[in-house]
């Protein structure tokens, strides 16, 4: 199957800094890709959508200004934390999708703001 | 998009039995996703199975698909320890549409 990567499987930042998470897909073209957060125990909640080329699309309640997402080509997304607090730390996990089929997932990034 | 749920949140069994857990969801779909998750992990894809399809089997695990009730099984056969993971389904509406996620079923499977 297709394969997304995602970096860096951990960070742990100070609260105020900012933090970056790259998202690629390493054999495909994806136009969209979509980012999710986890809590512990708790299911995926999509945060935004990103498009390829065009502002990212924000779930509801989701702050653009905090979650800064660039899909600057076919296949690379990031998604940058800005002035992160304690709050912020969770499961983050991208995706990417070839067709209108299966949706391959990147292996996660374990975020710890402290 | 919509988000299944799936049922029951929790399953524990001993190696070697099966396990099953279902999926309901609202809306039509053109296909239903099922995937796994080990924990601290991302989300791995297990079988699509579309809307006019019934039943797909792929290894040990077999997907039943009931549009009527608008519901989707997972069976998963002779089951090992290594199939200890969360497992989501995910109906889907086709296009590039995303993909939303209940809070899923955590499987344990002992020893």
């Known amino acids: 199957g297709a394969v997304v990567s995602q970096h860096p499987s951990r960070v742990i930042c100070k609260s105020g800094t900012s933090v970056k998470i790259e998202c690629r897909s390493l054999?495909?073209?994806?136009?969209?890709m979509f980012w999710y957060r986890q809590f512990p125990k708790q299911s995926l909640m999509l945060m935004a959508t990103s498009n390829e080329g065009s502002k990212a699309t924000y779930e509801q309640g989701v702050e653009k200004d905090k979650f800064l997402i660039n899909h600057a080509s076919l296949t690379l997304s990031t998604l940058t934390v800005t002035s992160a607090h304690p709050e912020d730390s969770s499961f983050y996990i991208c995706?990417?999708?070839?067709?209108?089929?299966?949706?391959?997932f990147g292996q996660g990034t374990r975020l710890t703001v402290v | 998009s919509q988000q299944g749920e799936e049922d029951p949140q929790a399953l524990s069994i001993q190696e070697g039995e099966n396990a099953t857990m279902n999926c309901s969801y609202k809306t039509s779909i053109n296909n239903l996703q099922w995937y796994r998750q080990n924990s601290g992990r991302g989300l791995v894809h297990l079988i699509l199975?579309?809307?006019?399809?019934r039943e797909k089997h792929s290894g040990r695990l077999r997907v039943t698909l009931d549009t009527s009730k608008k519901s989707s099984s997972l069976l998963i056969t002779a089951s090992r320890a290594a199939d200890t993971a969360s497992y989501f389904c995910?109906?889907?509406?086709?296009?590039?549409?995303?993909?939303?996620f209940g809070t899923g079923t955590q499987l344990k499977v002992e020893l």
């Open positions: 995910a109906p889907g509406a086709g296009g590039g549409n995303k993909l939303t």
């Open positions: 995706s990417a999708r070839k067709t209108n089929t299966e949706a391959f």
């Open positions: 199975i579309r809307s006019n399809e």
């Open positions: 054999d495909f073209q994806a136009t969209t």
